[in-house]
Each structure stands twice: as C-alpha cells, then as structure tokens.
C-alpha cells in the first residue's frame, strides 16, 4: 500500500468525483452524483504547484435570481521555485476583462490548459495576480461534467429564490479563478458580495460590515484569518432573516452561531438551530476547543437535499439534529484537519457520521443504539469493498454511502473498542486535532497519531478494516472437553476472503452460566479459529450472543453449544454430528425423543425404551433441539449437524 502513495498524492489533483450530498428522510447521508473533474492535465497541475496561495480577496456581483457574477479576485501566492508563469484556473464562460501581475498588465493564455500568466518571481517572492472577469457560470447544459459550483434555484417549500456555491470537489473554478490543490490551504480570505438590498449574503469568517450602495445595492464584507481549503469557500445569497445564538463550552469565550435563515421558515426549524449550541459545546469538550471559535459559525439555507461543510459557515437545506451534527463535526474533521488525499475522505466523512452517533449517544441516550444498527445494516447489504478508496477518480467510489460513510463510522466504532478506554479514545482523536491543526492529513498520519497516544499497534486494524474489504462472519460453541475442562471455540470467516481472510480485532462473547449471571469474555482473535479452555467450576453453559454491545460490523452464522447438562441416566452422542446420533438410556423407560429445527418444527418424533438412533443425513446442516420425554420428564438437549 505504501508504494501507491506518491501515484495518489497526483491523483488527488486530478479526482472525478462529486458530493451534491442529500439526506433521505431518515437523514443518512448520501451522495447525488455528478462527474466531475479537474479539467487540467498532470503536467499542468504540477505547474500549479510550484506556487503557495497565501490569500485571497474576493469582490463580486452577485444576485438570487440567476448565476451571473462580475468583479475581481487577487490571489496573492509565494513561489516554491523560480517562476515564469503560473498557472490557475477559472471556467471559460466567463470574460477576462483584465489580468495584473502585482500593479501591471500581465501577459496571459487561457485555453482548456488553465490561465498561463507571465510573471517574473524568484523563489521565496510574493506575488499577486489580480483577475478581473464577468459572465455565467456553468451549468450542467454548459459543462455536463460539472455544473454545481455556483447554482441559482427557487425553493418551492419556502419560495425563495437563493444563489450558492458548492465547490466540492473540483468546481470552484466555476465561480472564481483559483488554484484547486488540497494540501495547499489558504491562509485566510477576505470577502466582499455586493447582493441586491433586499437580499444578504452570508460567508465565511466575521462578518466586518455591510455597506449601503447606490442603485439598490448593499455590500457584505466578511473575513475569515484561518487557513481554508479552496473546495471550503463560499458564499449564499437569498432573502435571509440573521438569526444568531451562543455556545457556551467550557474554558473557552461565548462562541457566535449565526445563522441566515428564511424568514418564513425560522419558526420550524428554531428548536433544532438552537441545538447547535448544545453540539458545539460536546463536540468542544471532546474533539478539541471549536477550531475557529474566534470567529463564528453558522448555517446559511439553500435549495440542497442535506448539507455541505463550508468553513465556519455550513450551507444545507433544512435543520435537523443528525445533519446539523454532520456539518458541524466537519468544522474539525475536513476544515480544521482536512484530507490530504481523496483516497483518504473517510478522514472527512467517517468522522462526521460518527459524530452524528457521538451526539445520540451523550445527548439523546438509547437513540444511538438504532444509528448504530442502521449503519452496521449499510454496511452488511454489501460483502466487499473498502473505505479506503483504491480508485481515486471514481465519484461513486469516493463518496460512497455504504462503504466510506457507515463503515468509516462503523470503523471508528470498532477502534474505540480497541482502545478499550474512552479518556485513552477521545485524547487520540484531541492529540490528531492538535498534531495536525490547520493543516492535511492521511489516514496512515492517523494511524500513526493514534499509535503514539495508545501504545496499540493498529497495523492489522488500518490493513483489515481500513484497506481490506469486506466484515467478519463469526460463529461459537462451548464443547466439554473432559470432565473439568470446558471449551469456548470461535470460528470466523469473512464476506471478501480472497482480499481479508481474517479479521484480528477482539471480540466479546457473552456466556450463560449455571446457577449465576450471564458473563461477557473478550476474546483474542488470531486466527480463523480460536480456543479458549475454562474450569468447568465456572459453570458455563452456552454461549448467548456474539458482539452483545454491537462494536463490530459482522454477521453471526450459529450459535452452537455443546455443554453436557444431560443427568448421569441420558447419554447422547455423537454431537456435532454427521449421519447419526444416539440417545442411550441407564434406566430405561417408555420415552418419546421429538426432534424440532430452528423454526419450532417437530421433523421427528419417535417412541423408544432403552437406545434409539436418529438418523440425520437428510437434514440440513445446523442447530436442532432434541426434547426426550423420560419417567415424567422433559429433557431439552441441543445437537448439531455438520
């Protein structure tokens, strides 16, 4: 796997993917897919990255009622080398009007290639180049592979018309000029949207003021001084009421959610916008102080089926307590620390679903047990695949719902139990935040993170779960193995065996005892079979369930348990069996032997006084319950075929 990484690192320039995300009515997130592209060939895409963007400062036109925008945009940029050209990108329906290179005109070509502007920079240099440009921008009719970086439509629910951007993953050069690389962060942005007076604009960072402008216009000017990824700008426009609200966390100043909201829709959805509160407080106290807590965050709505992440200021089209914890979750996991490869997007999205558990769980206790056997059921409805995206220009691949969103939850769920100890679990992920503040990460950077906090070898977890595919198909039994000595047996295999044969992880398995309460082993997985003996003073029955506090995403074949609690009078062999069994009584007597499957079936029922033999080559493999009817007794005995 480590000889893909240098191969991945370019293919995370050059991804065809998409999220448009959407949630269904039970608010799992999915994705809505468009092919989508960074338009640039490798060679010019290492053109790009020969430069840092530092900043950027916006001022545009915009309006509600379509997609046309105007104004300038300087990207100011350190050369890693000697430059003579940089190259940037901005879809061709716009118009150049003009292109400075600091306070100059700047030679420039602009072909599907990007802009190749002439500069003269030496290494270390800063430099600015100002695009000043008009037009439209792209729809699916102009560009089929994209389309969705800045759309305009009405909501019919709220009739409103709004304009918004979503550049996620490679469509912000469909509204702005820019440079689309994700390990190069920008150190801040400024931001001026002047938007009809009757409209505002919301975006991200502090908003500084809004200016009253001739011909019925205003101007919001915001301002965000930490450092984003390109794909994280944006701005909406739309008949917005500002309704803004406070967090609390502990240790830390009064926190601004601020929120543009459809006038007619704030008394709908107000209860769940305050919850906000209550997220940004629990997420703050276990992922790390909120990261941009200095600045704001909020929501702006627009016609979308869900919501996307934007830094400080997450767009989406309704309020609900799962999506708003989605989005806000991202704030640290994707904006604060954001991927450093599309391959690695569970970083992302793996991370904010479980966030969504993460809250059930603290602050609506038992609803997450339903969460989390919804997503262990996505997860179960496909038998392969991987969370670690080994085709980085498949879209379908990348923002899978299945396998990077419920089993990158799932995962994490199953790390925790690892870990075997939450203060231990949640520092690791406080330790991550902090180690890679403001910056990039892979999944292998986390692991390694992880490792260093824990003590744990994660190398079989990261290589079974992470990059292997597929889940565990477990099943269990307790054999007596003499007089004195009890056997629990575990026996695994797996939906992919051919890719993960075995999944190491632990396990727990919960054991019926006589004559006391149940008892839950962890058991140590090595193998495809595991044997553990036991005294049989412990008085161990059977086994009762397999993963009883559902950590592991797994299917559960058979219970078999083969503890003789036959008196000394019934001896019943052999168990498992293939063909045959024999019941053989000490003290014989008129006894009837019924024979039920696991549907409660009687498929035999004979009389017997002595022995009889039951023959089984016509069954189906599996449990049945063998009910001896003996001098006024009823005896209940599991057997198995094999």
């Given at each position: 796997?480590?000889?893909?990484?240098?191969?991945?690192?370019?293919?995370?320039f050059?991804q065809v993917?998409?999220?448009?995300?959407?949630?269904?009515?039970?608010?799992s997130?999915?994705?809505?897919?468009?092919?989508k592209?960074?338009k640039?060939p490798?060679?010019?895409?290492?053109?790009?990255?020969k430069?840092?963007?530092v900043?950027?400062?916006?001022?545009?036109?915009?309006?509600n009622?379509?997609t046309?925008?105007s104004?300038?945009v300087?990207?100011?940029?350190i050369?890693k080398?000697d430059l003579?050209?940089?190259?940037?990108?901005?879809?061709?329906s716009?118009t150049?009007?003009?292109?400075?290179f600091?306070?100059d005109?700047?030679?420039?070509?602009?072909?599907?290639t990007?802009?190749?502007?002439?500069?003269?920079?030496?290494?270390?240099?800063?430099?600015?180049?100002?695009?000043n440009?008009l037009?439209?921008?792209?729809?699916?009719?102009?560009?089929p592979?994209?389309?969705?970086?800045?759309?305009q439509?009405?909501?019919?629910?709220?009739?409103?018309?709004?304009?918004?951007?979503?550049?996620?993953?490679f469509?912000?050069?469909?509204?702005?000029?820019?440079k689309?690389?994700?390990?190069?962060?920008?150190?801040?942005?400024?931001?001026?949207?002047?938007v009809?007076?009757?409209c505002?604009?919301?975006?991200?960072?502090?908003l500084?003021?809004i200016?009253?402008?001739p011909?019925?216009?205003?101007?919001?000017?915001?301002?965000?001084?930490h450092?984003?990824?390109?794909?994280?700008?944006?701005?909406?426009?739309?008949?917005?009421?500002d309704?803004?609200?406070?967090?609390?966390?502990?240790?830390?100043d009064?926190i601004?959610?601020?929120?543009?909201?459809?006038?007619?829709?704030?008394?709908?959805?107000?209860?769940?916008?305050?919850?906000?509160?209550d997220?940004?407080?629990?997420?703050?106290?276990i992922?790390?102080?909120?990261?941009?807590h200095?600045?704001?965050?909020?929501?702006c709505?627009a016609?979308?089926?869900?919501g996307m992440?934007?830094?400080?200021?997450?767009t989406?089209?309704?309020?609900?307590?799962?999506?708003?914890?989605h989005?806000?979750?991202?704030?640290?996991?994707?904006?604060h620390?954001t991927?450093g490869?599309?391959s690695?997007?569970?970083?992302?999205e793996?991370?904010?679903?479980y966030?969504e558990?993460?809250m059930?769980?603290?602050?609506?206790?038992?609803?997450e047990k339903?969460?989390l056997?919804n997503i262990h059921?996505s997860?179960?409805?496909?038998?392969?695949?991987?969370?670690?995206?080994?085709?980085?220009?498949?879209e379908?691949?990348?923002?899978?719902r299945?396998?990077?969103?419920?089993?990158?939850?799932a995962?994490?769920?199953?790390?925790r139990?690892?870990?075997?100890?939450?203060?231990?679990?949640?520092k690791?992920?406080?330790n991550f935040q902090?180690?890679?503040?403001?910056?990039?990460a892979?999944?292998s950077?986390?692991?390694k993170?992880?490792?260093?906090?824990t003590?744990?070898?994660?190398?079989?977890?990261?290589?079974?779960?992470?990059?292997?595919?597929?889940?565990?198909?477990?099943?269990?039994?307790?054999?007596?193995?003499?007089?004195?000595?009890?056997?629990?047996?575990?026996?695994?295999k797996?939906?992919?065996?051919?890719?993960t044969?075995?999944f190491?992880n632990?396990?727990d398995?919960?054991?019926?005892?006589?004559?006391?309460?149940?008892?839950?082993?962890?058991?140590?997985?090595?193998?495809?079979t595991?044997?553990?003996?036991?005294p049989?003073?412990?008085?161990f029955i059977?086994?009762?369930?397999?993963?009883?506090?559902?950590?592991?995403?797994?299917?559960?074949?058979?219970?078999?348990n083969?503890?003789?609690?036959?008196?000394?009078n019934i001896?019943?062999?052999?168990?498992?069996?293939?063909?045959?069994?024999t019941?053989?009584?000490?003290?014989?007597?008129?006894?009837?032997v019924?024979?039920?499957?696991?549907?409660?079936?009687?498929?035999?029922?004979?009389?017997?006084?002595?022995?009889?033999?039951?023959?089984?080559?016509?069954?189906?493999?599996?449990?049945?319950?063998?009910?001896i009817?003996?001098?006024?007794?009823?005896?209940?005995?599991k057997?198995?075929?094999?």
């Amino acid at each position: 796997m480590k000889k893909t990484c240098i191969f991945l690192f370019i293919l995370s320039f050059i991804q065809v993917h998409a999220q448009n995300t959407v949630y269904s009515c039970n608010t799992s997130k999915t994705s809505k897919h468009k092919l989508k592209s960074n338009k640039l060939p490798v060679n010019f895409i290492q053109e790009t990255e020969k430069y840092d963007v530092v900043y950027y400062d916006l001022d545009l036109t915009a309006n509600n009622m379509n997609t046309n925008l105007s104004g300038t945009v300087k990207m100011t940029g350190i050369a890693k080398v000697d430059l003579d050209t940089v190259v940037y990108e901005l879809f061709p329906s716009y118009t150049i009007n003009s292109i400075l290179f600091n306070q100059d005109t700047a030679k420039y070509s602009w072909r599907k290639t990007g802009i190749h502007c002439k500069v003269n920079v030496k290494k270390g240099e800063k430099f600015t180049i100002t695009t000043n440009y008009l037009g439209k921008a792209p729809d699916q009719s102009s560009n089929p592979f994209g389309g969705s970086g800045y759309a305009q439509k009405k909501s019919q629910a709220w009739n409103k018309n709004v304009s918004w951007t979503l550049s996620e993953p490679f469509s912000a050069y469909e509204w702005f000029p820019c440079k689309q690389s994700l390990t190069d962060k920008i150190d801040s942005v400024s931001f001026r949207i002047t938007v009809p007076d009757s409209c505002m604009a919301g975006s991200n960072g502090i908003l500084q003021s809004i200016t009253k402008l001739p011909n019925n216009q205003k101007c919001f000017y915001w301002k965000h001084v930490h450092p984003i990824d390109y794909y994280l700008i944006s701005f909406c426009v739309a008949d917005y009421t500002d309704y803004s609200l406070y967090a609390h966390p502990k240790n830390a100043d009064s926190i601004l959610i601020q929120n543009y909201v459809y006038p007619n829709a704030l008394s709908k959805f107000k209860n769940q916008i305050d919850n906000t509160a209550d997220f940004m407080d629990y997420f703050s106290e276990i992922f790390t102080l909120y990261p941009f807590h200095q600045e704001k965050y909020g929501h702006c709505m627009a016609p979308i089926n869900g919501g996307m992440e934007h830094q400080t200021m997450t767009t989406l089209g309704y309020f609900d307590n799962e999506l708003v914890a989605h989005e806000l979750a991202h704030q640290w996991w994707g904006n604060h620390v954001t991927c450093g490869s599309w391959s690695d997007i569970w970083l992302n999205e793996g991370f904010a679903t479980y966030s969504e558990f993460l809250m059930l769980e603290k602050l609506y206790p038992g609803s997450e047990k339903l969460k989390l056997n919804n997503i262990h059921s996505s997860v179960l409805s496909i038998s392969k695949g991987s969370t670690w995206v080994k085709d980085s220009l498949n879209e379908k691949s990348i923002f899978s719902r299945k396998l990077v969103y419920d089993k990158g939850a799932a995962i994490i769920h199953t790390l925790r139990y690892i870990i075997n100890n939450d203060n231990q679990f949640f520092k690791a992920l406080q330790n991550f935040q902090i180690e890679f503040s403001n910056s990039t990460a892979t999944a292998s950077d986390f692991k390694k993170s992880v490792e260093q906090t824990t003590g744990i070898d994660l190398t079989n977890f990261f290589d079974q779960w992470y990059y292997g595919e597929g889940y565990p198909i477990y099943a269990a039994k307790i054999n007596q193995k003499s007089d004195s000595t009890n056997e629990l047996i575990v026996s695994q295999k797996t939906s992919a065996p051919l890719i993960t044969p075995v999944f190491t992880n632990p396990m727990d398995v919960r054991i019926r005892r006589r004559n006391n309460s149940d008892t839950i082993i962890r058991v140590t997985i090595k193998s495809n079979t595991e044997k553990i003996e036991f005294p049989s003073t412990l008085g161990f029955i059977e086994v009762a369930e397999i993963d009883p506090n559902n950590f592991i995403v797994n299917q559960i074949e058979q219970f078999t348990n083969h503890i003789d609690t036959l008196p000394e009078n019934i001896v019943i062999y052999p168990n498992p069996t293939q063909d045959y069994v024999t019941i053989e009584l000490k003290n014989p007597a008129n006894s009837i032997v019924k024979m039920i499957d696991i549907n409660g079936k009687i498929i035999v029922q004979k009389s017997f006084y002595t022995e009889i033999q039951l023959d089984l080559k016509n069954q189906s493999n599996g449990n049945y319950l063998l009910m001896i009817e003996s001098n006024g007794t009823t005896l209940k005995h599991k057997i198995t075929k094999n």
